[in-house]
């Protein structure tokens, strides 16, 4: 058994079960399914004994049920990239950190020489 199975047939904890509640209710507002399954889902969700059983529950249910616009302060995307755009600002900004990383180690040891050789 290896560490994806573990982590699937731990317990849910209740956040975990809230979380799957709350993506039931957004998906019986938009009409994904009707009143009559969506308490069957509700009382299942509340009755899972693994997060497997959750994700069970939740496989016909988008992904993108926060919509809207993407934005870096939330710290995650709010839903499925649509243009590609945003992971190439992404890319970009990355190089530019690594580019900034090396030109800064490449400083650090230039001067820890000029030092070096100055006080030796």
Do not use: N
Not at 4 to 14: E, G, H, I, L, Q
Not at 22 to 34: C, N
Not at 82 to 99: D, K, M, T
């Amino acid at each position: 058994m290896d560490a994806m199975d573990d982590a699937f047939a731990a317990r849910p904890s209740s956040t975990d079960k809230r979380i799957a509640l709350d993506r039931l209710a957004t998906a019986r507002r938009k009409g994904v399914f009707d009143a009559r399954e969506y308490r069957l889902r509700r009382r299942m969700a509340q009755r899972a004994r693994s997060v497997a059983d959750l994700q069970t529950l939740l496989l016909d249910v988008g992904d993108d049920e926060l919509g809207g616009e993407d934005h870096w302060r939330y710290g995650r995307w709010r839903g499925p990239v649509r243009e590609g755009r945003e992971l190439e600002i992404q890319r970009f900004v990355g190089a530019l950190f690594v580019v900034a990383a090396i030109v800064a180690v490449i400083v650090c040891v230039s001067v820890a020489i000029v030092l070096y050789r100055h006080f030796s």
